[in-house]
């Protein structure tokens, strides 16, 4: 039914993927950490089930910041154009914000560890919170990043920036239950706080799917060209690792209570929730570039 040039195509490729999950996987982890500090005795408390993780945490979310950079690097192509968006800076570009964003994030890991190895708890709060906001801001950006391409109408949609910080809220989750598990710090309080989380994240996840589902279908003709694309070259992402593996199995898995809310249960449905929080950018980001109608 409709037909495109691939030769014709200058993609994202897999670096700005890796750069977008794991910049969202950061800010998620980052919150999680600091939810002790940010939200003390809210949430009856379920949030000081956080204290274990809370150094670790810290430290995870600088080593994804760090390992983020140099992506973010090699797909400008020279370092210098990192900085290119913040001295030339533009108010309504996602890029120039989430350039300035970055390094300021980073501060707010540096100055939470600094401040939670002094004991500081006034600083751990402040950064807490601050680092919170831009936390957010991560996935956020990279959605924007792509939702203000008006010419492609895969990405030209506002419920992909919301879609990546539900995404990130999954992935992030994953971090924590694992690392936990693995140091034998998930007790059943920081299970039942996790779980609510991840039943909140893979909820939307699916509410978003079914409505990309409807929008692909019914949609334009360049997004039922974006349907046929994925279906053609991405089935097997799309189907089987993300609405599968990566949506479908762990909310089955979490939907009953008392079996969800078990660590290693919890901690497996949040890898695969994970796994679907990876491909699901990686479609999107993919099929989005190779829409190209000539009528």
């Not at 005795?41 to 994804?64: E, H, R, T, W, Y």
């Not at 939470?112 to 600083?123: P, W």
Request: hydrophobic share 55%; with cysteine.
């Amino acid at each position: 039914m409709f037909e495109y040039m691939g030769y014709s195509i200058a993609p994202w490729g897999l670096d700005i993927v890796v750069y977008f999950f794991l910049i969202g996987t950061a800010g998620m982890t980052f919150v999680y950490a600091a939810a002790p500090a940010v939200f003390g005795s809210v949430f009856n408390g379920a949030a000081k089930s956080m204290l274990p993780f809370q150094k670790v945490g810290m430290v995870i979310s600088l080593v994804l910041l760090v390992i983020c950079l140099p992506l973010l690097i090699t797909d400008l192509g020279q370092p210098g154009r990192f900085f290119y968006p913040i001295i030339y800076f533009h108010w309504t570009s996602p890029i120039s914000w989430g350039s300035l964003f970055l390094p300021l994030f980073g501060l707010c890991i540096i100055g939470f560890i600094f401040a939670s190895t002094n004991e500081n708890a006034g600083l751990m709060r402040t950064t807490g919170i601050l680092g919170s906001l831009l936390a957010l801001s991560m996935p956020l950006y990279t959605g924007l990043d792509l939702m203000v391409n008006q010419t492609r109408e895969l990405w030209n949609n506002p419920t992909i920036p919301l879609l990546f910080v539900i995404l990130s809220m999954s992935s992030g989750t994953a971090v924590v239950a694992v690392t936990q598990l693995s140091r034998g710090q998930l007790n059943q309080k920081a299970s039942e706080f996790l779980h609510v989380f991840l039943y909140i994240s893979l909820g939307v996840t699916f509410a978003l799917f079914l409505a990309e589902w409807v929008v692909l279908n019914y949609g334009t003709g360049e997004e039922q060209q974006a349907w046929e694309i994925i279906n053609r070259q991405f089935g097997f992402s799309y189907w089987g690792l993300t609405f599968l593996i990566g949506i479908l199995i762990p909310l089955a898995m979490i939907a009953v209570p008392k079996l969800g809310r078990k660590p290693t249960v919890l901690t497996v449905a949040a890898v695969l929730s994970a796994v679907g929080a990876y491909t699901f950018r990686e479609v999107l980001i993919y099929a989005g570039q190779l829409t190209q109608i000539d009528f």
